[in-house]
């Protein structure tokens, strides 16, 4: 039996949005402990709403995918929110900042470019 290949799998940002997760779930690997339910949390959950915001949103009409994508950078940027906060919290090294702000911005502008071309 042939696996289902669905569409939003082949999106570059849908691929792009599983590696952040990747890098959101090595980042909270090391929050201490005291934050394990809540910013870690919050973290994981504001990455992973970005996987499957795009991955529900397919399933619908143009429209509905455009504004499944505009709940997802939502989700980008609350994970610019607690990325800042976790630095702020010396709970994360400027390197790790670094790399999930520069994620978010790619994601940003992937999600950005994607809903431009569902307008047409």
Do not use: H
């Given at each position: 039996?042939?696996?289902?290949?669905?569409?939003?799998?082949?999106?570059?940002?849908?691929?792009?949005?599983?590696?952040?997760?990747?890098?959101?779930?090595?980042?909270?690997?090391?929050?201490?402990?005291?934050?394990?339910?809540?910013?870690?949390?919050?973290?994981?959950?504001?990455?992973?709403?970005?996987?499957?915001?795009?991955?529900?949103?397919?399933?619908?009409?143009?429209?509905?995918?455009?504004?499944?994508?505009?709940?997802?950078?939502?989700?980008?940027?609350?994970?610019?929110?607690v990325?800042?906060?976790?630095?702020?919290?010396?709970?994360?090294?400027?390197?790790?900042?670094?790399?999930?702000?520069?994620?978010?911005?790619?994601?940003s502008?992937?999600?950005?470019?994607?809903?431009?071309?569902?307008?047409?």
């Amino acid at each position: 039996m042939n696996e289902e290949n669905f569409v939003f799998e082949n999106l570059k940002v849908y691929q792009k949005a599983l590696e952040y997760v990747d890098l959101v779930y090595g980042i909270t690997k090391n929050f201490p402990r005291a934050e394990v339910f809540s910013l870690s949390d919050q973290f994981k959950r504001a990455s992973v709403s970005i996987c499957l915001n795009i991955a529900e949103g397919s399933g619908g009409s143009r429209a509905e995918f455009r504004q499944f994508l505009k709940i997802a950078r939502r989700s980008v940027r609350e994970c610019i929110a607690v990325t800042e906060i976790s630095w702020r919290q010396k709970i994360i090294p400027s390197e790790e900042k670094q790399w999930s702000r520069e994620c978010c911005v790619e994601l940003s502008k992937m999600l950005n470019g994607l809903m431009k071309s569902l307008k047409s």
